[in-house]
T-cell receptor, first 113, second 112 residues
């Protein structure tokens, strides 16, 4: 039973425009959320995170929004750049769970010139 | 800094063969993890370790064994490989109290 869902397997966006990636979770015990980025033949790399006590976290071009009542988070990338073309994984955890992450299936983002 | 290193990067096995994947980290992290990634699915936790000499089961532990004899190494073993274990395996590590995992580059295993 997948507790973290990314319902869009792919997203195509023009360079310079905004990319919006969505993620839903079912377990209300999750209190920390992360986005990882993955290039082919590489491991996932940490991008940005948010604690459940916040509803927004921003880091440069990347912003994560959390809506706890809807059990929904989103990642905004603006402006999108060709180097942002990658698979993005949403992950969730309970902070007292020894760092164990639950991952979504990922969204493939393609940024076109 | 090498970070998290996985060996081998690629391996092809026949059904019933055994093998061991090695994960090594040079960051002095206490916690280590083995995940597998399959098409259309997120990474799923196989086993994890919160310290030298300790291991615990994750979400999909069946068919795998692990050992953490040294703090820097975490081994994943397949005693009798099955085609269902064809996957990409990722090792990760983090320090106690931290929430961000550092991943290795992955090991692609094919079982024929």
């Amino acid at each position: 039973d997948q507790q973290v869902k990314q319902n869009s397997p792919s997203l195509s966006v023009q360079e310079g425009r905004i990319s919006i990636l969505n993620c839903d979770y079912t377990n209300s015990m999750f209190d920390y959320f992360l986005w990882y980025k993955k290039y082919p033949a590489e491991g996932p790399t940490f991008l940005i995170s948010i604690s459940s006590i916040k509803d927004k976290n921003e880091d440069g071009r990347f912003t994560v929004f959390l809506n706890k009542s809807a059990k929904h988070l989103s990642l905004h990338i603006v402006p999108s750049q060709p180097g942002d073309s990658a698979v993005y994984f949403c992950a969730a955890m309970k902070t007292d769970s020894w760092g164990k992450l639950q991952f979504g299936a990922g969204t493939q983002v393609v940024v076109t010139p | 800094n090498a970070g998290v290193t996985q060996t081998p990067k690629f391996r092809v096995l026949k059904t019933g063969q055994s093998m061991t994947l090695l994960c090594a980290q040079d960051m002095n992290h206490e916690y280590m993890y083995w995940y597998r990634q399959d098409p259309g699915m997120g990474l799923r936790l196989i086993h994890y370790s919160v310290g030298e000499g300790t291991t615990a089961k994750g979400e999909v532990p069946d068919g795998y064994n692990v050992s953490r004899l040294k703090k820097q190494n975490f081994l994943l073993g397949l005693e009798s490989a099955a085609p269902s274990q064809t996957s990409v395996y990722f090792c990760a590590s983090t320090t106690s109290g931290a929430n961000v995992l550092t991943f290795g580059a992955g090991s692609r295993l094919t079982v024929l």
